[in-house]
């Protein structure tokens, strides 16, 4: 069958700054997804698109289109309102494991379709799947099983939903196209509209850990995804966060776990439960439950009641020890003072040069491989006292996580006057 475009004369209009239209962009994406485009004339057509952008209309027609390629969901026999959170990825970013089941103490079903870590940021299934028994992939009768009770799943994607963006995300991810506006923007938008939530709360990172490194772009992909949302009938806003600096105490699967754990039982460290509760907030807002009071759900146990039979519903044992690195490594402060900056990024790289994180997608990762961090920006310091442990199974990679780290942090003699606010800004 003949085709009806050809992808060179896509390609050429756009490296020429030109508009695509409406029929160009539904035939790439299908043609795409089932092979009629070849891998490299599609990544040169999406580093076209990094180059030149696209404009609003191109861009909600490209989400549609990877909409189309796949399955929608339907929540609507669940007879109770659906929210769903969404981070651009992150160092240390593991507030979906808290969140989702504390929104779902409300009554709000949270139906959280989550992906793996791919470089330097982690992957909310990697993370639970060093709770021991877990399994990330249900079939949607048991996810919906799961919804109804105790309310809230985390679990991986089917093969089904937006299975384009499932094949244009790994050839960006090696070809260097991964930073372009539109393509995350189509690319976040498209498995959450296909998935069917009532309710999105967007989680835009921006600084040095994150795919947006500063606000004007965070901003821009933030506005972009907020009226894709929003013209798809879905209740959309998003909270622009800093991730300058990892977020928590801990970088790494089982140590995240830990972490959320700690949160869950009503501790766990301040800009963790800040960002979990104000993602909770808009999520319970947006499903119709404004009142609900998500901080005392967090410190009474009810938050930690859910989780325990979500994680009990998937198989996992909430009660079982993670496992826990073989070897540790620590890094000492040189001098007293007060710590000033410590760089998500290099963080991140550190972490996953240690085992956590995979280069390929289908390596394994390490669960107690990570980062272990004594002291955050604005902390006070004496020389000789842990700064940060690494850890990993496989000791031969400590070199390497240290080299990252290198001009990761700095000690100032001077308090600091003012740290850098952890939400930066909400677009809705
Ligand atoms: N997360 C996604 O799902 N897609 C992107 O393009 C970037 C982050």
Same mark, same amino acid.
């Given at each position: 069958?003949?085709?009806?475009?050809? $992808?060179?004369?896509?390609? *050429?209009?756009?490296?020429? *700054?030109?508009?695509?239209?409406?029929?160009?962009?539904?035939?790439?994406?299908?043609? &795409?997804?089932?092979?009629?485009?070849?891998?490299?004339?599609?990544?040169?057509?999406?580093?076209?698109?990094?180059?030149?952008?696209?404009?609003?209309?191109?861009?909600?027609?490209?989400?549609?289109?990877?909409?189309?390629?796949?399955?929608?969901?339907?929540?609507?026999?669940?007879?109770? @309102?659906?929210?769903?959170?969404?981070?651009?990825?992150?160092?240390?970013?593991?507030?979906?494991? /808290?969140?989702?089941?504390?929104?779902?103490?409300?009554?709000?079903?949270?139906?959280?379709?989550?992906?793996?870590?791919?470089?330097?940021?982690?992957?909310?299934?990697?993370?639970?799947?060093?709770?021991?028994?877990?399994?990330?992939?249900?079939?949607?009768?048991?996810?919906?099983?799961?919804?109804?009770? /105790?309310?809230?799943?985390?679990?991986?994607?089917?093969?089904?939903?937006?299975?384009?963006?499932?094949?244009? &995300?790994?050839? *960006?991810?090696?070809?260097?196209?991964?930073?372009?506006? @539109?393509?995350?923007?189509?690319?976040?938008?498209?498995?959450?509209?296909?998935? %069917?939530?009532?309710?999105?709360?967007?989680?835009?990172?921006?600084?040095? =850990?994150?795919?947006?490194?500063?606000?004007?772009?965070?901003?821009?992909?933030?506005?972009?995804?907020?009226?894709? %949302?929003?013209? $798809? %009938?879905?209740?959309?806003?998003?909270?622009?966060?800093?991730?300058?600096?990892?977020?928590?105490?801990?970088? %790494?699967?089982?140590?995240?776990?830990?972490?959320?754990?700690?949160?869950?039982?009503?501790? !766990?460290?301040?800009?963790?439960?800040?960002?979990?509760? $104000?993602?909770?907030?808009?999520?319970?807002? !947006?499903?119709?439950?404004?009142?609900?009071?998500?901080?005392?759900?967090?410190?009474?146990?009810?938050?930690?009641?859910?989780?325990?039979?979500?994680?009990?519903?998937?198989?996992?044992?909430?009660?079982?020890?993670?496992?826990?690195?073989?070897?540790?490594?620590?890094?000492?402060?040189?001098?007293? =003072?007060?710590?000033?900056?410590?760089?998500?990024?290099?963080? !991140?790289?550190?972490?996953?040069?240690?085992?956590?994180?995979?280069?390929?997608?289908?390596? @394994?990762?390490?669960? !107690?491989?990570?980062?272990?961090?004594?002291?955050?920006? =604005?902390?006070?310091?004496?020389?000789?006292?842990?700064?940060?442990?690494?850890?990993?199974?496989?000791?031969?990679?400590?070199?390497?996580?240290?080299?990252?780290?290198?001009?990761?942090?700095?000690?100032?003699?001077?308090?600091?006057?003012?740290?850098?606010?952890?939400?930066?800004? *909400?677009?809705?």
């Amino acid at each position: 069958m003949a085709e009806a475009f050809d $992808a060179v004369d896509i390609i *050429r209009t756009k490296r020429d *700054r030109g508009v695509l239209t409406d029929a160009q962009i539904d035939w790439t994406i299908d043609a &795409y997804t089932r092979g009629a485009i070849a891998d490299e004339q599609m990544s040169a057509l999406n580093m076209a698109i990094l180059l030149n952008g696209m404009n609003r209309e191109e861009i909600a027609r490209w989400t549609a289109a990877m909409i189309a390629s796949g399955e929608r969901m339907d929540f609507s026999s669940l007879g109770k @309102p659906t929210a769903d959170k969404h981070s651009t990825g992150g160092v240390g970013d593991k507030i979906t494991l /808290p969140l989702a089941p504390l929104v779902a103490v409300f009554g709000v079903a949270v139906p959280q379709l989550s992906g793996r870590g791919l470089g330097h940021t982690g992957g909310t299934l990697d993370k639970l799947e060093s709770v021991p028994g877990w399994r990330a992939s249900l079939s949607n009768e048991e996810m919906m099983a799961v919804l109804r009770d /105790p309310g809230a799943v985390i679990c991986a994607a089917g093969s089904g939903l937006a299975p384009a963006d499932k094949k244009l &995300y790994a050839l *960006r991810d090696v070809t260097g196209t991964v930073e372009a506006i @539109p393509l995350i923007a189509s690319s976040i938008m498209s498995k959450k509209i296909a998935e %069917g939530t009532g309710t999105l709360v967007l989680d835009v990172k921006c600084g040095s =850990g994150a795919f947006m490194k500063d606000e004007e772009n965070a901003r821009e992909l933030a506005r972009t995804m907020v009226a894709l %949302g929003q013209d $798809a %009938g879905v209740n959309t806003v998003a909270l622009m966060t800093n991730m300058d600096t990892p977020l928590g105490l801990t970088a %790494g699967n089982a140590l995240e776990v830990e972490e959320s754990v700690e949160v869950l039982a009503g501790g !766990g460290p301040a800009d963790v439960v800040e960002l979990t509760v $104000a993602l909770a907030e808009e999520m319970l807002a !947006g499903a119709g439950a404004a009142d609900a009071d998500p901080a005392a759900a967090l410190k009474d146990g009810r938050a930690m009641d859910v989780w325990r039979r979500m994680i009990a519903a998937q198989g996992g044992d909430p009660d079982a020890p993670v496992p826990k690195a073989a070897e540790e490594h620590v890094i000492t402060a040189d001098q007293d =003072g007060w710590l000033t900056e410590l760089d998500a990024m290099a963080v !991140g790289v550190a972490a996953w040069r240690l085992g956590a994180g995979r280069a390929r997608k289908e390596d @394994p990762v390490q669960a !107690g491989a990570g980062v272990r961090m004594h002291a955050k920006p =604005g902390d006070r310091v004496t020389a000789g006292q842990p700064l940060l442990t690494l850890c990993t199974d496989t000791p031969e990679r400590f070199a390497r996580a240290e080299e990252s780290l290198e001009g990761a942090w700095s000690i100032s003699s001077n308090e600091p006057t003012a740290l850098a606010p952890l939400i930066l800004d *909400r677009i809705a």
